[in-house]
């Protein structure tokens, strides 16, 4: 525990110390941002609220799986991680102002909205340029706004400068995702740009109704086929429309002969009825539900919706990167990027116990395993961190507990005394009691 003088010495403020700016003089000309530059802001009409969703989930779930640079054996089975700053970018940060899932996040976000996302080796060991084998200590998601033969023109986020700057790099160490559904969600006449087309005509027809209008029709006591009657009954509407706007509480007053007709609504239209079936086209397509949105989903809509939306974005991302930042000897040696969903997420409480058996039954998990997954502490008996069913007796077990068995025979063999030995040792203790019995007598006269 440190002194009260060592405290006084050793502590330090952000607001009063400022002796981490002195080695390099942090004056910022722009003065800041009021929201975070280097995040992902959705565009061309994807932010409506319903698509906005859709992106938002689809993201949120791809980054809740765990991505690794594993080894591999000859049969492709994973063997163990491997400690390198690829594997840095996925379970603890990617850059100073992302953690791994948000990279994964921004990843996906940007490839959904865009079509394509492309990642940025920002910080790396050697220059790539010229290395095909480096290290990558910090990377961006970037967006690609120039397609060349060889290269790539991206716009990305410079974490030195705080503003996005435009780059053009070789194709061979920018990893490229490409949605893989690209037809159904940024062709033009997709099945969900369609649903923004419509769900932004609704907007629209919504913000004219409550743009202030009343929707009154005036009728007259006279007719207004002539010019001179139109003028009248043009100065009637204008008469009240200034007795309205002009009025505190907008309250007017007509004559006895005139009438006022009120439009309870507008015109319908089907816009709303092809938004709900492009949107069932859309989950549909994309192997989703809507109970996956409201947390309703059972078991098998769950399953269906990884496999048919999740995983094939998974695998866009680590075949991507393979292709790009593994060379042909490092995937030799059996390196590999892979992905792992946590099963026992999805999985009840009451199922939990009955999995726990089984799993530990037929040896497929250790205890101290499977006390993790549910966030318990491993336990500190050895036996915990072996893969044994403790229903049956091992055989190595027996062979032990016979083996001790014997040893103490042998010993107690060992130590048996011979009989003829023993009579000796009990005539030698009779003499020495007529001893003491002689001197206890010889004592008392």
């Not at 004056?27 to 994807?46: C, E, M, Q, T, V």
Request: charged share 30%; glycine share 6%.
């Amino acid at each position: 525990m440190p002194t009260f003088a060592e405290r006084v010495k050793n502590s330090w403020n952000a607001f009063l110390g400022r002796d981490w700016q002195n080695p390099v003089q942090r004056n910022y000309a722009y003065g800041g941002f009021s929201y975070r530059p280097d995040r992902a802001h959705l565009s061309k009409g994807n932010d409506k609220s319903v698509v906005a969703s859709i992106y938002n989930q689809i993201s949120v779930d791809v980054s809740s799986i765990n991505f690794r640079h594993v080894r591999v054996d000859k049969e492709g089975n994973y063997k163990e991680d491997i400690d390198d700053g690829m594997n840095r970018l996925f379970k603890i940060n990617a850059n100073i102002d992302q953690t791994g899932r948000q990279f994964v996040q921004d990843i996906v976000l940007s490839m959904i909205d865009e079509g394509c996302a492309a990642i940025i080796p920002v910080d790396t060991s050697v220059n790539p340029l010229t290395n095909d084998s480096f290290d990558i200590y910090s990377c961006r998601v970037g967006k690609i706004i120039g397609w060349h033969p060889q290269d790539v023109t991206v716009e990305v986020y410079n974490d030195n400068t705080g503003r996005k700057e435009q780059l053009t790099l070789p194709k061979k160490i920018v990893p490229i995702i490409e949605n893989p559904f690209y037809a159904i969600m940024n062709e033009p006449n997709s099945t969900l740009q369609r649903l923004i087309r419509v769900l932004n005509q609704i907007d629209r027809l919504n913000e004219q109704n409550s743009a202030g209008k009343m929707d009154l029709i005036i009728q007259v006591p006279y007719s207004i086929k002539g010019q001179a009657r139109k003028n009248m009954a043009e100065e009637r509407r204008h008469d009240i429309e200034a007795q309205l706007t002009g009025s505190q509480y907008g309250i007017a007053y007509i004559d006895g002969t005139e009438r006022v007709i009120q439009l309870n609504r507008a015109v319908e239209n089907n816009l709303w009825t092809q938004a709900k079936d492009l949107l069932e086209q859309l989950y549909n397509q994309l192997g989703m539900a809507k109970a996956i949105f409201d947390g309703t989903a059972d078991e098998k809509v769950l399953l269906n919706y990884y496999n048919r939306t999740i995983d094939p974005i998974c695998s866009r991302i680590i075949e991507s990167i393979m292709y790009k930042w593994l060379t042909k000897t490092a995937i030799s040696q059996g390196q590999a990027l892979m992905y792992f969903r946590d099963a026992f997420k999805l999985v009840p409480l009451e199922q939990m116990a009955e999995l726990a058996d089984k799993f530990t039954r037929n040896e497929i998990m250790t205890k101290n395993e499977f006390r993790s997954k549910i966030g318990m502490k491993p336990s500190d008996d050895p036996k915990a961190n072996e893969l044994r069913n403790s229903n049956i007796n091992h055989p190595e077990d027996a062979m032990a507990e016979e083996g001790e068995e014997g040893e103490e025979e042998e010993l107690g063999e060992e130590f048996e005394l011979d009989p003829e030995l023993m009579d000796g040792v009990e005539e030698l203790a009779g003499e020495e009691d007529e001893e003491e019995d002689l001197e206890e007598d010889e004592e008392e006269l």
